[in-house]
């Protein structure tokens, strides 16, 4: 491992969140093909491995209603990255597509269909859902169980090489069968082996079972960690378990999702970064967010008082759509010792506690941070998620690409016209 190994760089598109900025003047819209098509160009523009698209699979609810960080009408994933196909050459075209309520022949069909369209650049970001809420939304409905649902996926997942895979090199399509305990599928598959084998698999989760599944299924991590010392635990924790698989440690890249904040000084960096975390957290969707803890109505709080003296209800629920990330008391009981060591608001402990591993400075500084990540192995590159969308990455790519290239640890070319080459993956082995 040397200080110049170089580095991966993706776009995130961003879905729903909290780390969109709506307010600020130059924010454009989130349905547009022309704001899909201007970060995309903007990432291509600055050699970046890929553009990553996320979605979900129904409008989140809170307190009965549509979730106010929730994006109406934005159009569905695999469509827009056909269309974007068409305007970009190199960048890799990256679409989030639910394991659980879709089927192996059709997705596996369009994302070969996505592959040969755009030559050889598509990728599929496998996420998985037990809530029935979501479920309600197809014929199956909330039917699968949280533990089944990675077991699903990677039946998924490998049943859907076998799609890919039943076409020979020399281009003769071959009948396949699979009989597995979630799906059973046979017949003839009409989309020809794609231009990089395969689709690339991005896998998103922190969990055991989701790290499991990344180094048994996937090509690429996308996950979160806040210090070099959790990237470094988990990049080696995930490494580790590939051997188990016959993989070797490059067959899968670990890149986390990060934001950053450049100024002319680290001081003005500073500044922007802590007035777009207020912009970031209005005082309403501070009070969102502790509601979705506390799993009830706490409308009546001021978002610049205190948190709540009573302890979450660990079984109510005021989001649907939403999962539910740790323990509810657990969660409390460290706001508050934050709340009291530093008296912070409901507002202000919020901001502190729900922000991304985030990249503060000048250009400078920002790209001896990320080159310091990978030699340090705690990531193979990052999934950068701007706070303005369309216009986020222009700064970035403008200001910090020239110093990582500089560096000599970033590509001042592309090195091929699929994903596959521009991640340093190898191509898969036909198993026909």
Same mark, same amino acid.
């Given at each position: 491992?040397?200080?110049?190994?170089?580095?991966?760089?993706?776009?995130?598109?961003?879905?729903?969140?909290?780390?969109?900025?709506?307010?600020?003047?130059?924010a454009?819209?989130?349905?547009?093909?022309?704001?899909?098509?201007?970060?995309a160009?903007?990432?291509?523009?600055?050699l970046?491995?890929?553009?990553?698209l996320?979605?979900?699979?129904r409008?989140?609810?809170?307190?009965?209603?549509?979730?106010?960080?929730?994006v109406?009408?934005?159009?569905?994933?695999?469509?827009?990255?056909?269309?974007?196909?068409?305007?970009?050459?190199?960048?890799?075209?990256?679409?989030?597509?639910n394991?659980?309520?879709?089927?192996?022949?059709?997705?596996?069909?369009r994302l070969a269909?996505?592959?040969?369209?755009?030559?050889g650049?598509a990728?599929?970001?496998?996420?998985?859902?037990?809530?029935a809420?979501?479920?309600?939304?197809?014929?199956r409905?909330g039917y699968?169980g949280?533990?089944?649902r990675?077991?699903?996926?990677?039946?998924?997942?490998a049943?859907?090489?076998e799609?890919?895979?039943?076409?020979?090199?020399?281009?003769?399509?071959?009948?396949?069968?699979h009989?597995?305990?979630?799906?059973?599928?046979?017949?003839?598959?009409?989309?020809?082996?794609?231009?990089?084998?395969?689709?690339?698999?991005?896998?998103?989760?922190?969990?055991?079972?989701?790290?499991?599944?990344a180094?048994?299924?996937?090509?690429?991590?996308?996950?979160?960690?806040?210090?070099?010392?959790?990237?470094r635990?988990?990049y080696?924790?995930?490494?580790?378990?590939? @051997? %188990?698989?016959? *993989? &070797?440690?490059?067959?899968? /890249?670990?890149?986390?999702?990060?934001?950053? $904040?450049l100024?002319? #000084?680290?001081?003005?960096?500073?500044?922007?970064?802590?007035e777009?975390r207020r912009?970031?957290?209005?005082p309403?969707?501070a009070?969102?967010?502790?509601?979705?803890v506390w799993?009830?109505?706490?409308?009546?709080?001021?978002?610049?008082?205190?948190?709540?003296?009573?302890?979450?209800?660990p079984t109510g629920?005021?989001?649907q759509?939403?999962?539910r990330?740790?323990?509810?008391?657990?969660i @409390? %009981?460290?706001? *508050? &010792?934050?709340?009291?060591a /530093?008296?912070?608001?409901?507002?202000?402990t $919020?901001?502190e506690? #729900?922000?991304?591993?985030?990249?503060?400075?000048?250009?400078?500084?920002?790209?001896?941070g990320l080159a310091e990540?990978v030699?340090?192995?705690?990531?193979d590159g990052?999934i950068?998620?701007?706070h303005?969308?369309p216009?986020g990455?222009d700064d970035?790519?403008?200001?910090?690409?020239?110093?990582?290239?500089?560096?000599?640890?970033?590509?001042?070319?592309?090195?091929?016209?699929t994903?596959?080459?521009?991640?340093?993956l190898?191509?898969?082995v036909? /198993?026909g």
């Amino acid at each position: 491992m040397t200080a110049r190994r170089r580095l991966h760089l993706a776009a995130h598109f961003p879905g729903v969140n909290h780390t969109t900025v709506w307010q600020e003047p130059r924010a454009g819209s989130q349905i547009d093909f022309a704001s899909f098509e201007h970060l995309a160009r903007t990432a291509e523009r600055g050699l970046f491995d890929f553009f990553f698209l996320a979605e979900g699979l129904r409008l989140r609810e809170h307190k009965g209603k549509v979730h106010d960080l929730d994006v109406v009408g934005r159009p569905e994933s695999l469509t827009v990255l056909s269309a974007l196909a068409a305007v970009t050459d190199h960048l890799g075209l990256a679409a989030t597509v639910n394991a659980t309520f879709n089927e192996p022949y059709e997705l596996a069909r369009r994302l070969a269909s996505l592959d040969h369209l755009s030559g050889g650049r598509a990728a599929w970001n496998v996420v998985t859902s037990s809530d029935a809420f979501t479920g309600e939304n197809f014929r199956r409905g909330g039917y699968l169980g949280h533990a089944d649902r990675y077991t699903r996926a990677a039946e998924f997942v490998a049943t859907a090489r076998e799609l890919w895979d039943s076409w020979t090199p020399g281009g003769a399509p071959r009948p396949f069968a699979h009989h597995g305990r979630h799906f059973s599928v046979s017949g003839t598959f009409d989309v020809g082996r794609s231009p990089q084998g395969h689709p690339v698999v991005i896998q998103a989760g922190d969990s055991d079972e989701g790290r499991e599944f990344a180094a048994s299924s996937a090509d690429v991590v996308f996950c979160r960690y806040g210090t070099l010392e959790a990237g470094r635990a988990f990049y080696a924790d995930v490494k580790r378990r590939l @051997a %188990a698989y016959g *993989r &070797a440690p490059g067959d899968l /890249k670990i890149m986390p999702g990060v934001t950053f $904040v450049l100024g002319d #000084t680290a001081a003005e960096a500073q500044e922007k970064a802590a007035e777009i975390r207020r912009q970031q957290i209005s005082p309403q969707t501070a009070l969102l967010m502790l509601e979705q803890v506390w799993g009830r109505d706490l409308s009546s709080y001021d978002p610049d008082g205190p948190l709540p003296e009573s302890d979450p209800d660990p079984t109510g629920v005021v989001a649907q759509g939403r999962v539910r990330h740790g323990d509810p008391l657990a969660i @409390a %009981a460290r706001w *508050r &010792a934050l709340s009291e060591a /530093k008296g912070l608001s409901i507002r202000q402990t $919020v901001i502190e506690t #729900t922000g991304r591993q985030t990249f503060v400075g000048t250009p400078g500084q920002v790209a001896a941070g990320l080159a310091e990540f990978v030699a340090e192995d705690a990531a193979d590159g990052f999934i950068l998620v701007p706070h303005l969308t369309p216009g986020g990455l222009d700064d970035f790519v403008d200001r910090v690409v020239p110093l990582l290239q500089e560096r000599g640890v970033f590509r001042t070319e592309y090195a091929g016209p699929t994903l596959r080459e521009h991640l340093g993956l190898p191509l898969p082995v036909w /198993k026909g």
